[in-house]
C-alpha cells in the first residue's frame, strides 16, 4: 500500500492538524503490521509550506499545448507523480477561513493537468458538470484529517466538503474533522487531547480494516469540552482584555483558562473562592466558583477560602505534567491555605484536564475513570466492607455461640467471594478468608474458644502493622475509591496518610487480644464481640477527621 500524506498546515509538522494526522497514521500502519500477508507498506510525506508552488495562470496549456504537464517549472510536477504513485491520500490541514489554506489551495489548483479539457458528466449526478480524469483514479482513496478553531466542526466545514466532493466524488472519501483543534498545543489539556487521539488512532486501525466503526466514530464527535469551556479558554488565550482591551500578564491569562474549566454542576451550594497567589510575581487572583460558573477577580476584592501560595513557573510546571503536584506538596514547594476541600475535590471542580496540580491530593486516577466511561464500562473499585464482614461475623457469632458461629463465619467467606464479580480483590481479602475459616475451624474442632479469639484479633492486626511496612499500607488498597482510584497510590501525600492510619488500626487490634482473653474467662464472654466494637467505632470517628486533618496540616507549610 503506498500512502501520501500532504501536509497542508502553514506550521507544518507542529500544526494542531498533523497531532490528528500522526495518530491516524499510528492507527494504519498498526493494522498494516498485523494483518497477515500484508503487501509491503510505503510512506511518503510532504509539507506544503517547504514546496515551492505557484499560483495556477489559468492559461490551459496543460490542455492544449503540453498536454499534461504544467508550463511552470516548480515542486508540482513531482507533487503529481506522487499522487499518481498513492493508493491513499491523506489531506492533513487547519481550516483557514472556512477552507484549505492558501498554499493548499495552490496545489489543488494545480492538479489541472491531471484532467481532461473535455466536457462530461458526473457518475454521481454532483454539481453541473466536470472534466474526466486524464488518469484511472477509480481505486484511490482519499482521507481528510483537519482541525478548526470553533468549538464544534459541524456547521464550519461546508466549503471543504464542496471542494472534495468536486475532487473526489460525493461520499468518495473519508473526513475526520474535530473541533477545538487550538487545544492539541496545550500541554496542560494533554490528558483530554491524548485520549481523543487514541480514538483517532483507533479510526486509523479501522479504517485499514474495511472501514471505521460507527461506535469510533462516536467518540470522534464527542466535544474535547463543553462549548462554554472552550469559548472561556480560547476568549482567555488571547491575553486581552474583554472590557480594556488591554493586554494582560501571563500569569492572568493562565488563571483565567483553568477558571474556565470549573464544573458548576459541581456547586454544592456555597460559593467558593479559590486565591492564587504567585509567590515569583507577587501577583494574586481570585476565581470564584459560583452556581452560574466561574469569575475572575484582579481587585482581591472577594473573601478567599483556599489560598495557594505557589511560584506562578511551579505551577505551571504541574499543570504540564512536569512535576506532580502532590509530591511538590510533599517537598512544601508550595502552600494551601484554609478550606481543603476543594483540593480533595478538585476533579470535581475542575475536571480530568492537567491544569489541576495533579488534584494535590485526589487527582491521578482520572484517566482510569475517564477511560471506563468512554468505554461504558464501570470502573471496579475494591470494598473494605468485603474484607471486614468476615471477621465481624465471626467475632460476633462465634463469641455467641461456638458451634453455629463457626458454621456461619464458614459460609461468609464462601458467599462474599461471590460479590467479587463487582470488585477488585486485594490479596487481604484472600488472607481474610484464609484466617477466618482457619480460625473457625479451629473452634468447630473443638479448640479453645478463649485462645482462638484472642489470636484472631492477634492476627487481624498483624495484618494491619505488617502491610505498613509495605509499598502500599493496607487502607489505602480500600481508600483510592474517593481519591481517584489506581492513580492515588502514586500519591505521597495519601499513602503517608494511610500509612498512619494503618498503623493505629494495626496497634488497636494488637492490643484487643488482651482484653479479649480477660473478658472470655467472665460471665460476659458472649459480650465480647459488642464490647470490642466500642473502640473502633471510636476510631472510626478519629479516622475520618484524620483524613481531613493531617493532608490540610501538611499543604499550609505549618
Same mark, same amino acid.
Not at 498494516?32 to 510525506?45: I, R, S
Not at 487572583?285 to 460558573?293: A, S, W
Not at 484582579?298 to 495557594?308: C, E, F, L, N, Y
Not at 488498597?477 to 498503623?503: C, D, M, V, W
Given at each position: 500500500?503506498?500512502?501520501?500524506?500532504?501536509?497542508?498546515?502553514?506550521?507544518?509538522?507542529?500544526?494542531?492538524?498533523?497531532?490528528?494526522?500522526?495518530?491516524?497514521?499510528?492507527?494504519?500502519?498498526?493494522?498494516?503490521?498485523?494483518?497477515?500477508?500484508?503487501?509491503?507498506?510505503?510512506?511518503?510525506?510532504?509539507?506544503?509550506?517547504?514546496?515551492?508552488?505557484?499560483?495556477?495562470?489559468?492559461?490551459?496549456?496543460?490542455?492544449?499545448?503540453?498536454?499534461g504537464k504544467c508550463c511552470i517549472q516548480d515542486d508540482m510536477q513531482e507533487?503529481?507523480?506522487?499522487?499518481? @504513485?498513492?493508493?491513499?491520500?491523506? @489531506?492533513?490541514?487547519?481550516?483557514?477561513?472556512?477552507?484549505?489554506?492558501?498554499?493548499? !489551495?495552490?496545489?489543488?489548483?494545480? $492538479?489541472?493537468?491531471?484532467?481532461?479539457?473535455?466536457?462530461?458528466?458526473? !457518475?454521481?449526478?454532483?454539481?453541473?458538470?466536470?472534466?474526466?480524469?486524464?488518469?484511472?483514479?477509480?481505486? !484511490?482513496?482519499?482521507?481528510?484529517?483537519?482541525?478548526?478553531?470553533?468549538?464544534?466542526?459541524?456547521?464550519?466545514?461546508?466549503?471543504?466538503?464542496?471542494?472534495?466532493?468536486?475532487?473526489?466524488?460525493?461520499?468518495?472519501?473519508?473526513?475526520?474533522?474535530?473541533?477545538?483543534?487550538?487545544?492539541?498545543?496545550?500541554?496542560?489539556?494533554?490528558?483530554?487531547?491524548?485520549?481523543?487521539?487514541?480514538?483517532?488512532?483507533? &479510526?486509523?486501525?479501522?479504517?485499514?480494516?474495511?472501514?471505521?466503526?460507527?461506535?469510533?466514530?462516536?467518540?470522534?464527535?464527542?466535544?474535547?469540552?463543553?462549548?462554554?469551556?472552550?469559548?472561556?479558554?480560547?476568549?482567555?488565550?488571547?491575553?486581552?482584555?474583554?472590557?480594556?482591551?488591554?493586554?494582560?500578564?501571563?500569569?492572568?491569562?493562565?488563571?483565567?483558562?483553568?477558571?474556565?474549566?470549573?464544573?458548576?454542576?459541581?456547586?454544592?451550594?456555597?460559593?467558593?473562592?479559590?486565591?492564587?497567589?504567585?509567590?515569583?510575581?507577587?501577583?494574586?487572583?481570585?476565581?470564584?466558583?459560583?452556581?452560574?460558573?466561574?469569575?475572575?477577580?484582579?481587585?482581591?476584592?472577594?473573601?478567599?477560602?483556599?489560598?495557594?501560595?505557589?511560584?506562578?513557573?511551579?505551577?505551571?510546571?504541574?499543570?504540564?505534567?512536569?512535576?506532580?503536584?502532590?509530591?511538590?506538596?510533599?517537598?512544601?514547594?508550595?502552600?494551601?491555605?484554609?478550606?481543603?476541600?476543594?483540593?480533595?475535590?478538585?476533579?470535581?471542580?475542575?475536571?480530568?484536564?492537567?491544569?489541576?496540580?495533579?488534584?494535590?491530593?485526589?487527582?491521578?486516577?482520572?484517566?482510569?475513570?475517564?477511560?471506563?466511561?468512554?468505554?461504558?464500562?464501570?470502573?471496579?473499585?475494591?470494598?473494605?466492607?468485603?474484607?471486614?464482614?468476615?471477621?465481624?461475623?465471626?467475632?460476633?457469632?462465634?463469641?455467641?455461640?461456638?458451634?453455629?458461629?463457626?458454621?456461619?463465619?464458614?459460609?461468609?467467606?464462601?458467599?462474599?467471594?461471590?460479590?467479587?464479580?463487582?470488585?477488585?480483590?486485594?490479596?487481604?481479602?484472600?488472607?481474610?478468608?484464609?484466617?477466618?475459616?482457619?480460625?473457625?475451624?479451629?473452634?468447630?474442632?473443638? &479448640?479453645?474458644?478463649? *485462645?482462638?479469639?484472642?489470636?484472631?484479633?492477634?492476627?487481624?492486626?498483624?495484618?494491619?502493622?505488617?502491610?505498613?511496612?509495605?509499598?502500599?499500607?493496607?487502607?489505602?488498597?480500600?481508600?483510592?475509591?474517593?481519591?481517584?482510584?489506581?492513580?492515588?497510590?502514586?500519591?505521597?501525600?495519601?499513602?503517608?496518610?494511610?500509612?498512619?492510619?494503618?498503623?493505629?488500626?494495626?496497634?488497636?487490634?494488637?492490643?484487643?487480644?488482651?482484653?479479649?482473653?480477660?473478658?472470655?474467662?467472665?460471665?460476659?464472654?458472649?459480650?465480647?464481640?459488642?464490647?470490642?466494637?466500642?473502640?473502633? *467505632?471510636?476510631?472510626?470517628?478519629?479516622?475520618?477527621?484524620? $483524613? !481531613?486533618?493531617?493532608?490540610?496540616?501538611?499543604?499550609?507549610?505549618?
Amino acid at each position: 500500500m503506498n500512502i501520501f500524506v500532504i501536509n497542508g498546515s502553514p506550521r507544518g509538522e507542529k500544526s494542531n492538524s498533523y497531532q490528528l494526522t500522526k495518530a491516524f497514521l499510528r492507527g494504519m500502519t498498526l493494522a498494516l503490521g498485523k494483518a497477515p500477508d500484508t503487501e509491503q507498506v510505503n510512506m511518503k510525506t510532504v509539507s506544503v509550506n517547504e514546496l515551492h508552488i505557484h499560483p495556477c495562470l489559468g492559461c490551459f496549456s496543460c490542455w492544449n499545448k503540453t498536454p499534461g504537464k504544467c508550463c511552470i517549472q516548480d515542486d508540482m510536477q513531482e507533487i503529481i507523480e506522487k499522487l499518481l @504513485w498513492a493508493d491513499v491520500i491523506i @489531506w492533513s490541514f487547519p481550516l483557514y477561513y472556512f477552507t484549505v489554506p492558501g498554499g493548499l !489551495k495552490n496545489l489543488i489548483d494545480r $492538479q489541472l493537468p491531471m484532467l481532461l479539457p473535455f466536457m462530461t458528466e458526473r !457518475k454521481d449526478s454532483f454539481g453541473s458538470g466536470s472534466h474526466p480524469s486524464r488518469y484511472d483514479i477509480s481505486r !484511490k482513496r482519499n482521507i481528510i484529517l483537519s482541525t478548526c478553531g470553533f468549538y464544534t466542526a459541524e456547521g464550519n466545514y461546508d466549503g471543504i466538503y464542496s471542494l472534495f466532493d468536486h475532487m473526489c466524488g460525493k461520499d468518495q472519501y473519508t473526513a475526520l474533522c474535530c473541533g477545538q483543534g487550538e487545544l492539541f498545543r496545550v500541554p496542560e489539556l494533554s490528558e483530554r487531547t491524548e485520549a481523543y487521539l487514541k480514538f483517532v488512532e483507533k &479510526a486509523g486501525q479501522e479504517y485499514v480494516k474495511g472501514g471505521i466503526q460507527e461506535s469510533t466514530w462516536a467518540n470522534l464527535r464527542q466535544l474535547l469540552y463543553p462549548k462554554e469551556t472552550f469559548e472561556a479558554m480560547a476568549d482567555a488565550s488571547w491575553g486581552i482584555n474583554r472590557e480594556s482591551g488591554e493586554k494582560e500578564s501571563e500569569s492572568l491569562i493562565f488563571t483565567r483558562q483553568m477558571a474556565a474549566l470549573y464544573h458548576k454542576a459541581a456547586y454544592q451550594g456555597k460559593d467558593l473562592v479559590l486565591e492564587m497567589y504567585y509567590t515569583d510575581l507577587n501577583e494574586c487572583y481570585q476565581i470564584l466558583l459560583g452556581r452560574e460558573g466561574s469569575s475572575v477577580f484582579t481587585d482581591g476584592s472577594q473573601t478567599a477560602t483556599t489560598r495557594i501560595e505557589t511560584p506562578y513557573t511551579l505551577w505551571r510546571s504541574i499543570a504540564a505534567g512536569e512535576i506532580r503536584g502532590d509530591e511538590a506538596l510533599m517537598k512544601k514547594m508550595y502552600k494551601v491555605k484554609g478550606d481543603f476541600h476543594l483540593m480533595l475535590q478538585w476533579d470535581t471542580y475542575f475536571g480530568s484536564g492537567k491544569t489541576s496540580p495533579e488534584g494535590a491530593i485526589k487527582k491521578n486516577g482520572a484517566a482510569q475513570g475517564e477511560d471506563c466511561r468512554n468505554l461504558h464500562i464501570p470502573p471496579r473499585g475494591t470494598n473494605m466492607n468485603l474484607l471486614l464482614l468476615p471477621w465481624i461475623i465471626f467475632w460476633a457469632a462465634a463469641s455467641i455461640h461456638s458451634y453455629n458461629g463457626s458454621l456461619l463465619s464458614i459460609a461468609s467467606c464462601a458467599v462474599i467471594p461471590l460479590l467479587f464479580y463487582r470488585n477488585k480483590k486485594t490479596i487481604y481479602d484472600t488472607l481474610t478468608a484464609a484466617l477466618v475459616i482457619g480460625f473457625s475451624l479451629g473452634i468447630f474442632l473443638g &479448640a479453645p474458644k478463649r *485462645i482462638l479469639l484472642p489470636l484472631s484479633y492477634l492476627s487481624f492486626g498483624i495484618m494491619w502493622t505488617a502491610s505498613c511496612f509495605r509499598k502500599i499500607p493496607l487502607t489505602a488498597h480500600y481508600s483510592l475509591n474517593q481519591y481517584g482510584g489506581e492513580g492515588a497510590l502514586q500519591n505521597p501525600l495519601f499513602l503517608k496518610t494511610n500509612r498512619i492510619l494503618t498503623f493505629m488500626w494495626g496497634i488497636l487490634y494488637l492490643l484487643t487480644p488482651i482484653w479479649t482473653y480477660f473478658i472470655m474467662g467472665t460471665r460476659i464472654t458472649a459480650l465480647t464481640g459488642a464490647i470490642n466494637s466500642i473502640l473502633p *467505632i471510636f476510631m472510626g470517628i478519629f479516622t475520618a477527621w484524620f $483524613q !481531613k486533618w493531617y493532608p490540610a496540616k501538611v499543604a499550609s507549610g505549618d
